[in-house]
């Protein structure tokens, strides 16, 4: 089985390098030149755009930051369609609009190319270390035909229902962790305005009720003032926008999601929507005049 792989950015790239080590013939493209000599050392073959990864495979990956530029890849001039044949199977592991994602499918079965959308939960060191949390959402033939592939990158593979439901399964995801980082935030702001170590909040409530995956990787790095991301504010924002549009669509209000994308917007008006979306914390730290982190 040969493999495409589209996107070799902060998640990308390390996926890349997995599927690589699993012993597959992968094909990589980026429009970053850097990116994609590194996956050629590490075995890769460059290609000089979508199509032509497309054309040099029988499965290509996808991991992109935005709906546009998913669409733009798969369906635009150059892109993997004009490559493709009958029974390419197209893999979007970007965190993608499902509305969005539903067109492009509606695209690919004109050209008889079969479609998944997966997208990841985990971060960069769960991409690094190949234990992504993978959303399916498509046919269970086609899952099957890929499951392999798709262990090389995560822990874990669940088929959320047809073509969409891999998405909304991840904006679910992302509302639970944003929520999560806000209450952490606004804890740990409040133990330390009372004068109580966040660290020390951190160690006596992790093995209670409130301790959570989100708390294990993102409190230790708030408490030491570290917000290089792993997860940019800015992809948070993007899939928040998602999850808010996709609720107008269906007619589902989401009021957490909406205050927790203002707080993120506000991070953004500061400058900071390039770092960790931790950095939630220094809008409490803001709002509440207090440090929470160690970086005095």
Do not use: W
């Amino acid at each position: 089985m040969r493999i495409g792989f589209i996107g070799l950015g902060v998640m990308g790239r390390p996926m890349a390098k997995n599927i690589l080590k699993a012993g597959y013939q992968l094909t990589a493209y980026d429009i970053s030149q850097p990116a994609i000599d590194d996956v050629v050392k590490h075995g890769a073959t460059a290609a000089k755009n979508p199509a032509d990864v497309a054309q040099k495979s029988d499965v290509v990956i996808t991991m992109l930051a935005n709906s546009r530029q998913v669409q733009d890849v798969i369906t635009g001039a150059g892109g993997i369609l004009e490559g493709a044949r009958e029974g390419t199977v197209i893999i979007d592991m970007s965190s993608t609009a499902p509305m969005v994602i539903k067109q492009i499918y509606e695209e690919c079965k004109k050209k008889g190319v079969k479609m998944l959308d997966a997208p990841v939960s985990g971060g960069e060191p769960k991409a690094i270390d190949g234990t992504l949390a993978i959303m399916v959402g498509g046919e269970q033939e086609v899952l099957d035909q890929v499951h392999e592939l798709l262990m090389t990158m995560g822990s874990s593979v669940v088929l959320c229902g047809s073509i969409g439901t891999g998405n909304t399964t991840k904006l679910a995801n992302q509302i639970i962790v944003a929520l999560n980082i806000a209450a952490m935030s606004e804890a740990f702001a409040l133990g330390a305005k009372a004068g109580v170590d966040p660290e020390v909040i951190y160690k006596a409530i992790r093995g209670g009720l409130a301790g959570s995956t989100v708390l294990d990787a993102k409190a230790p790095m708030v408490i030491e003032g570290n917000f290089t991301p792993g997860a940019r504010l800015e992809i948070h924002i993007k899939d928040l926008q998602n999850a808010l549009d996709t609720g107008h669509q269906i007619g589902m209000p989401l009021p957490l999601t909406a205050y927790a994308m203002e707080m993120m917007q506000a991070l953004k008006a500061d400058g900071l929507d390039q770092a960790d979306h931790c950095v939630l914390a220094k809008y409490y730290e803001k709002l509440s005049n207090t440090k929470i982190s160690k970086d005095k």
